[in-house]
């Protein structure tokens, strides 16, 4: 299957941020990928981090969910897109799933949450597999994906040949060289790599277009390789092709659980 990564800049004005998802859909569309994945939240956008989000909205939403959905169906892509989720008294950081022909696949929301989001965000409850095309994929949401390798391992273990990582990294110095995971970086790109190798599958982390990223937009493949990264703050498109018979599963399949 070929994928889309899509490093976008925030945008205030929530229709404008879906327009982008939509540009975005249709540059998929014609570079033939099948699946696409946006950042952490973004729509509306991730609070908490500086940016000038709107107030939560739930029609809008709702809206957003139907216009992504007719565009998969139009452009055969599917997508997982960051977003968040209105409910009465609480406000929950999800990734909306939707298949190539326009089906709703679900939710997955993020039951990790970073400390600092405590206050913002509820932590949710449970994890979901979805598959399209015969490619099995779960979703860790940042934090998660990060700090608690068990969330991607779970996906690995129930079959998946992809977990995607809608995350949003925040700006750092610049970099030494140009390449991912560098000595002198953060621990987070190094995490993206152990992600996909300890587990023998496909790793996809996109962060927003943000001016030198402790973690840019990367598809990492089973043995821990670079498949294709994007790590400047200019907005992109980063399109590549995993194979799943090599994304085996093997190592978290071989786990021996203590308890």
């Given at each position: 299957?070929?994928?889309?990564?899509?490093?976008?800049?925030?945008?205030?004005?929530?229709?404008?941020?879906?327009?982008?998802?939509?540009?975005?859909?249709?540059?998929?569309?014609?570079?033939?990928?099948?699946?696409?994945?946006?950042?952490?939240?973004?729509?509306?956008?991730?609070?908490?981090?500086?940016?000038?989000?709107?107030?939560?909205?739930?029609?809008?939403?709702?809206?957003a969910e139907?216009?992504?959905?007719?565009?998969?169906?139009?452009?055969?892509?599917?997508?997982?897109?960051?977003?968040?989720?209105?409910?009465?008294?609480?406000?929950?950081?999800?990734?909306?799933?939707?298949?190539?022909?326009?089906?709703?696949?679900?939710?997955?929301?993020?039951?990790?949450?970073?400390?600092?989001?405590?206050?913002?965000?509820?932590?949710?409850?449970?994890?979901?597999?979805?598959?399209?095309?015969?490619?099995?994929?779960?979703?860790?949401?940042?934090?998660?994906?990060?700090?608690?390798?068990?969330?991607?391992?779970?996906?690995?273990?129930?079959?998946?040949?992809?977990?995607?990582?809608?995350?949003?990294?925040p700006s750092?110095?610049?970099?030494?060289?140009?390449?991912?995971?560098?000595?002198?970086?953060?621990?987070?790109?190094?995490?993206?790599?152990?992600?996909?190798?300890?587990?023998?599958?496909?790793?996809?982390?996109?962060?927003?277009?943000?001016?030198?990223?402790?973690?840019?937009?990367?598809?990492?493949?089973?043995?821990?390789?670079?498949?294709?990264?994007?790590?400047?703050?200019?907005?992109?498109?980063?399109?590549?092709?995993?194979?799943?018979?090599?994304?085996?599963g093997l190592?978290?399949?071989?786990?021996?659980?203590?308890?």
């Amino acid at each position: 299957m070929r994928i889309g990564l899509a490093t976008l800049r925030f945008r205030p004005e929530p229709e404008e941020a879906l327009q982008a998802v939509l540009g975005a859909m249709r540059d998929a569309a014609a570079q033939g990928a099948k699946m696409i994945c946006t950042a952490e939240c973004y729509l509306p956008g991730l609070r908490g981090v500086g940016l000038e989000v709107a107030p939560p909205d739930a029609g809008f939403q709702s809206d957003a969910e139907r216009r992504i959905r007719d565009a998969a169906a139009t452009l055969g892509v599917g997508a997982v897109i960051g977003v968040e989720r209105v409910e009465p008294g609480r406000l929950i950081a999800s990734a909306l799933v939707v298949g190539p022909d326009g089906a709703l696949l679900g939710h997955q929301d993020k039951v990790q949450i970073d400390p600092d989001e405590e206050g913002t965000y509820v932590a949710a409850a449970g994890r979901n597999m979805f598959e399209v095309g015969g490619v099995r994929f779960g979703v860790a949401i940042c934090h998660e994906g990060w700090r608690y390798p068990e969330t991607v391992r779970w996906a690995a273990q129930r079959g998946a040949h992809i977990v995607f990582h809608p995350q949003f990294s925040p700006s750092g110095p610049p970099r030494q060289k140009a390449a991912w995971a560098c000595a002198e970086g953060t621990m987070h790109e190094k995490a993206a790599i152990c992600r996909a190798a300890e587990n023998s599958i496909y790793f996809a982390t996109v962060n927003y277009a943000i001016e030198n990223p402790i973690a840019g937009t990367a598809l990492i493949d089973p043995e821990g390789n670079v498949r294709a990264a994007h790590l400047a703050g200019t907005e992109y498109l980063l399109v590549a092709d995993i194979d799943i018979a090599a994304a085996t599963g093997l190592l978290a399949r071989r786990f021996r659980s203590a308890a």
